[in-house]
């Protein structure tokens, strides 16, 4: 909670600020994240890893990421997003350092630890950094949280291009690890400088102490409307994490094309959720939430079935382009409703991100178990049922800006 709260407004150009230094926040995790997983051939050729191997080892990053979203609320709502966000950068930065050693030492072990921890800073820094987006979009009065997914992206694309450079050049991946974490750190610690000030929960007119010791993270798994909101952002999760998995090989197994158009249809769906992110802001400000991501829904379910069942290539990428911008505002629209409270923000931003990321990492390989039985293309069926489920339960998401201290568990 800032120190300006609702009843105090802060300086406009504070606000302007914060909005910069949480855009820098989001795209710097986006790049670390994507320069290291850009360069995973070379952890399993430095390893010596079989496919299985590798697939075991980078369990160690799924268990660091599902053991510290849980607690990355409590962390946040204690010491504030600032400094949650230059703790998760510490941890990412220990993490990386790790895999370095690892890498350079040729131990499984180390590396595994390296990951495991790297998801333990990434998990806090994203919450505490979704929290900090969310009080900002809150202060402008229009939304923003769309357009700091897209910085997110952007930053992924950076980062994936630097770990293509440097494995081009014979780079290797320790030292570029090692540079990434310290670069992304000074970064990191620049920008949160600009973040909205904490403040006493005691400067809090209107928070009683019994409201203030229902804001932890145990009692959020239990509200209704909360666990709403996560299963939206689960459902466009799914949609959205299937596709970064699986849309080039539903074009090279499903429709018989070559890799080089697999590829292209991955680009055409990234570029399409980029697009979408960066101007859906406009028409959520206009239509609301649920109109909003109901009309995305509806254009995801349109999209994969055209991927399904569409023949000529132009209309396959044609249902690529649907899908991307169906996917692209479920997952932080979901974020801007869990935290529409902000004194409670923290607590529920870490339980519907433990809830969206569970689909990330169980929807694309639900998809794979399926594709072995019905092919790749049935297999997507998944994905249009996600987007329904998704569309349906949207309303979860609406706005209730006339009663800031809502609450369905009481």
Known sequence: MSEDGPWRPAHPARVEGAKVGVAVVFALNGFCFAALVSRVPTVRDTLALSSSELGLLLLALSAGTLTALPLSGAVVHRVGAARAVLAGALVVTAGLGLVAAGLVLTSVPLVAAGLA??????????????????????????TLMPRLHAGFSIGTVCGALTGAAAARTGLDLAPQLAVVALLALAGTASAVRAFLPVADPVAD?????????????????????T?????????????EGV????????????????????????????????VGRMTGGSLLDRFGRTRVLRGTGLLAVVGVTTVIIADPLGLVLGGAVLWGLGASLGFPVGMSAAADDERHAAARVAVVSSIGYTAFLAGPPTIGFLADEVGVLRALLVVVAAATVGAVAAASTRRRSEDINYRLTR
């Open 227 to 239: 666990l709403l909101v996560g299963l939206v952002v689960c459902s466009f999760a799914l949609v």
């Open 243 to 274: 596709a970064n998995d699986w849309i080039a090989l539903a074009l090279v197994d499903g429709h018989d094309r070559s890799e080089t158009v697999g590829a292209l249809g991955f680009g055409v769906f990234v570029a399409a959720m980029t």
């Open 117 to 142: 921890t790297y998801g333990a800073g990434t998990s806090t820094w994203d919450v505490a950094m979704n929290v900090e987006g969310a009080d900002v979009e809150r202060r402008l009065g229009r």
């Open 205 to 225: 007119p209107v928070a009683d102490p019994a409201d203030r010791a229902r804001t932890g993270v145990a009692g959020a798994w239990f509200e209704p409307r």
